[in-house]
């Protein structure tokens, strides 16, 4: 009685740590929303943790006019394309290394291990010479498919472990039913593994969306950037003009606050999913 008495006491020193905690990741998002809405003479002049005696939208109004739309159809065009390819070819490739017989299937899973253990930074000339020999240097490609093969390697290992909890005896009765692999792809496998496609659906879109080496690096024009390439180009283009820099950000992380809040149940239960058995 004493111990479930003891159980039900709330936590008073874990809720303050988590307030302290959430402060202090709240602060910084503070900061920059509130700068985004200074003036630029205003930034220099006031306190920078006050709102603003004369809020504008200044800063917004000059990022848009500065091609932020193109950067930003750029993104969304390489992140939707990259996570796409990736989650189909990794679904295929997980339904092979899990329901596969044979040395090959095992094989293949160990190339997907090996897979995770080179790093991005050690192979970005190799890659490099291959787009070039490919003729994609300079377009969206040459970012989408470097990105894509970078991707594919740990979306694998995550699905293939939540596929694997899928009990065999499901596919057994399926195949008796006459169904073939493709059908219970789509019948059986997709529907009971969904959390962990859209878990890794999102975490490879915040990479790619992130990412900022490969367009550095296989683009050069203006029309081919992706936002993390144009708010670099916004820094040395407003160097004193930190509000506009600010906006350049708050816009860009719009459409990544927009997919999690559409999808944070999906996300929640994926990256929970395994703890209850």
Known sequence: MGAARASNRPNVLGGLGGLLWLLIVLLPVYYVVLTSLRSQAGFYSSNPLLPPDEPTLDSYRLV???????????????????????????????????????????????????????????????????????RLYDTLLAIILPSAAFAIPLTV???????????????????LDGAGHWRMLVSLVLPLVRPAVITVAVYDGLTVWNGFLFPLILTQSPD??????????????????????????????????????????????GLTAGFGR
């Open 224 to 269: 081919q950037r992706v936002l993390p390439l144009a708010l670099w180009s916004f820094q040395g283009q407003f160097q004193v003009n930190i509000p506009a820099i600010l906006a350049a950000v708050v816009l860009s992380t719009l459409p990544v606050l927009a997919l999690y809040i559409l999808g944070r149940r999906q996300l929640v239960s």
């Open 64 to 134: 848009l006019e500065n091609d932020f739309l193109r950067y930003l159809t750029n993104s969304l065009v390489v992140t939707f394309a990259t996570v796409a390819v990736t989650v189909s070819v990794s679904l295929l490739a997980a339904y092979y290394v899990v329901r596969g017989s044979g040395r090959t299937a095992g094989l293949t899973y160990k190339v997907f291990l090996l897979g995770l253990a080179i790093p991005l930074q050690a192979v970005i000339i190799p890659v490099y010479y291959l787009i070039t020999r490919a």
């Open 157 to 175: 290992v995550i699905l293939a472990n939540f596929l694997r909890d899928v009990p065999g005896e499901l596919f057994e009765s399926m195949r």
